[in-house]
């Protein structure tokens, strides 16, 4: 099995930054795609930006530039560093690996917080 564990949310004020980190463990196939999603209270649970082992990426048209993600593959880890943070952006972010023909795990997520 695969385990994954976020960490890097808090609050920051809007504007702020923070950087996101999802550290997988287990059985992980060399081909994957990691991927981050969030949840604001009352709402769906929505992409926000996924990249593929290979790199490729692809983010939520609201990022509009201000969050990247990436990964470290020696370290079985992927990030997401957002900038130019909005009170929007609070929600539950919660890292996500696809692998094989059914395999798709998630973390417990983390809490971000954008408030002045």
């Known amino acids: 099995q695969v385990q994954l564990v976020e960490s890097g949310g808090g609050l920051v004020q809007p504007g702020g930054s923070l950087r996101l980190s999802c550290a997988a463990s287990g059985s992980i196939f060399r081909i994957n795609v990691m991927a981050w999603h969030r949840q604001a209270p009352g709402k769906q649970r929505e992409l926000v930006a996924h990249?593929?082992?290979?790199?490729?990426?692809n983010y939520a048209e609201y990022t509009k530039g201000r969050f990247t993600i990436s990964r470290d593959n020696a370290k079985g880890t992927v990030y997401l560093q957002m900038n130019s943070l909005k009170p929007e952006d609070t929600a539950v972010y919660y890292c996500?690996?696809?692998?094989?023909?059914?395999?798709?795990?998630w973390g417990r997520g983390t809490q971000v917080t954008v408030s002045s």
């Open positions: 990249i593929t082992s290979s790199d490729a990426t």
């Open positions: 996500n690996l696809r692998q094989g023909l059914s395999g798709d795990y």
